[in-house]
């Protein structure tokens, strides 16, 4: 957490708050019987807009569009910031497929549907860069419309990392993938990023001010490099840089070989917030997440989280990274000549990495990582018994003994349910070794439910993305 300097409050006051936030957290670790909805933590329920498709919580901020042209946000209220709830609504100026928004920047990134008449590959469609308050142009865009390319209207990704905006279309047809970088505020074109072997990108986040992490699936591509390709093609991770005017130079993250006949359908990546968040300048919490103005200039540790959902399975494997320790491989691994730097699992993944499960679709949410924080939904007794699972990878984090139940978390290796399935994945006996700090919160939550993280709320939503009825946030 920073001070905020901008919040009157002294320093001794602030600090004490900073306790009361921290020791709020703290007690669900011994809490007993139902702690969602106890009277320590605050509860509002919101109703999930049926005639809306997305839901999107960043920063503190949820929102959910109500139909074609009008999105509703909501300031979640925090109780130990002394955040009031605030609620409003913005009339877009055109329908919309997708959207993003940084509301440190007051930043609303709106995709525009695509005209269909246009002839693939050269269709192309609009990004409106708009105030989340107005719904009016952002005056610090340098335009407020970005023509893009698509090439094929599927799935969409939009992420804000400062002056820079990403994006990326899925492609359903066999086209060069690609990333694609701008600047928003000065209009440039940073890059088009494709991956070093030409495979198929499935989702990016932005690492920092520099470098951005793919996620690649299993085609025929061809490794790079004079070594031979491996029995299986598993998925890897690719770090790339994206600035105009940065070095050259990738790094190939490869995975643990796969057994024969395993697919991967999705490798979701997730980060929040992104390296370059700053929180809102209106609001005057005592304090907030660090942010790159509180860290010297560099971006601080924030969870990076890799969803990998094997085909025909229930479960999906989860990769938690810290972000700082991704950005140390460059350092350890120089580019070679042809500019592509090929890591193996052994030489980067066990030291760096925390492999778990967690059910399928928690990867349909992207809120499930907050700072050096994760949250996913785990089950006892058949489904019966289901709890919501918070982990801290901070170092230093970790919080006295006595409140760390041995049954419940590990701090070394894999627990023997996570090994068992690892087994029917991996063509090897895969162990990771990234320390964190794990606490259960008990409460009326079930298998079918999605759960999402943000600096001072657990957001609950009951059911699917698609039959959900309630929103439900309990603020810290």
Known sequence: MSDNPLNVTSKHRKHELLQQHHAKWSTFPTSKGTVLGSGSLGKKTYPVRVNGHELELVGGVLAQNTNEDTIQFVRLPSISRGIQEEIWTVQLPCPHLVFTMDPGQDLLVMLQPGDPGQTLPFRTTNLHFLSMSTGEPHPDSHSSILAIPVYHLGRFKADINGPYIGFFAEHLVPYNPRVHVWNWVTGEEQCRISSSDYRRIFSYVFLDDTRILLSLQQDQGHPPGPRPPPPRYSPRLEIVNFRRNATAGRWVLLLPPLK?????????????????????????????????????????????????TPFQRFNAIAFSFLSTKLLNIPLAFPAMDNGVSLVEWQQWGPSTVHMDIMPNRSGLWQSITYGTKTISLRSYNNDVDTKIVVRDFAQGAARKEELCLAETHETLGLTSTVSNFIRTIFDEDVKTFLPYTEFEISGRVTPRDQVMLSEDSIVVIEGSRWSADNVEVYSI
Do not use: Q, W, Y
């Open 260 to 308: 024969a006949g395993v697919e991967f359908t999705r490798l979701l990546l997730s980060c929040e917030p992104g390296p370059l968040n700053i929180p809102p300048l209106n609001d005057k919490p005592p304090f907030h997440l660090f942010d790159v103005a509180d860290s010297n200039g560099e971006s601080g540790e924030r969870v990076v989280m890799l969803i990998m």
